[in-house]
């Protein structure tokens, strides 16, 4: 499944938040066996047509998790099985009311929606635990750790002509001496405005991994060169356009510089990152602020000096 780009804070919240509720649906199935097997009175709620709604994996699910997980691949699946489950613990439970045997085909029915509910939320889990363990700790990008493996995994849907995918490099325009005018706390201020900017900008699939200093890489799966240019064109109007405070001093824009080129299927994927980065230096050759599209005449070129 993909990840879509979460802020660093609302990545924690959803991790933690995600262990509470299953802890809690947890406390909820082991009670449901209890009134099961011991003939209790069952709680009220659980006999509702909404009981997905009112337990408290559900007000988990659409509250918290789908304001920050709504957009991941997975989440519908976990609210599917989750309304599934309590459908057959409304019918189980109602079996055990009127004194009658309970149905083996809605007990294993019920046992199916838990384990396909356990395993989505395991899954999705696992997904927020990595995520965070790579993640740049200033900016909530992704960080280096991992992204060569992430851009081979993307290599093979290349290589199989499933999708085609372009990579981009950018790089803030004259970041020193908005370090050297503002001071290192404003510089991080800016980095981190910058890449919660594009995460909001891209789309779920797409990844952003901070590269180095005040340089960023953007993969942008199931995307030609054509439409590429266009995403990083309108990312990069939309970086420039913000507004950046210091205190004591007026408010200022930072701009970027871009390159692209083609996740290519026949070479190392540190060529392609490579073509980038020429593309890169490019634009800052042609006075930076712009988006530069890879050639080959720009193999003579050197790799830009940020």
């Not at 998790?65 to 976990?78: M, S, V």
């Not at 993640?135 to 960080?143: F, I, N, Q, V």
């Not at 790089?171 to 001496?177: E, I, P, Q, S």
């Not at 930072?254 to 020429?278: F, H, K, M, N, Y």
Request: charged letters at 25%; a negative charge.
């Amino acid at each position: 499944m993909v990840l879509p780009n979460i802020p660093l804070p609302r990545l924690r919240t959803a991790l933690s938040s995600l262990e509470q509720a299953n802890y809690n649906h947890e406390q909820w199935t082991e009670a449901l066996y209890s009134t099961l097997v011991c003939r209790l009175t069952p709680d009220e709620r659980d006999l509702m047509v909404d009981a997905h709604h009112r337990c408290r994996f559900g007000q988990w699910y659409y509250e918290v998790g789908n304001e920050i997980l709504g957009r991941h691949p997975g989440f519908e699946t976990i609210g599917i099985e989750h309304e599934r489950m309590h459908q057959c613990a409304r019918a189980l439970l109602q079996s055990s009311i009127d004194g009658e045997p309970i149905q083996i085909q809605t007990y294993e029915h019920f046992v199916t929606a838990r384990k396909r509910l356990l395993l989505e939320t395991t899954t999705l889990r696992q997904e927020l635990a990595d995520a965070l363990h790579n993640l740049d700790p200033l900016t909530g990008a992704g960080s280096r750790v991992g992204m060569l493996t992430k851009l081979r995994e993307q290599q093979e849907f290349v290589k199989r002509e499933v999708q085609t995918c372009v990579i981009a490099m950018l790089d803030l325009d004259h970041f020193k001496t908005v370090n050297d005018k503002y001071g290192h706390l404003v510089g991080d201020k800016v980095l981190i405005d910058v890449a919660r900017c594009a995460m909001a900008q891209l789309r779920p699939y797409d990844k952003i991994f901070r590269y180095g200093g005040e340089e960023f890489l953007l993969s942008l799966p199931d995307t030609d060169l054509v439409e590429g240019r266009k995403i990083i064109e309108r990312l990069r109007e939309t970086i420039g356009s913000l507004t950046h405070e210091a205190s004591g001093g007026a408010p200022f824009h930072v701009t970027v510089s871009c390159g692209l080129a083609l996740l290519a299927p026949d070479v190392p994927v540190e060529q392609s990152i490579e073509r980038a980065d020429r593309a890169l230096y490019a634009a800052k050759e042609m006075g930076r602020n712009r988006a530069v599209v890879w050639d080959r005449s720009m193999e003579v070129l050197p790799r830009h000096p940020g």
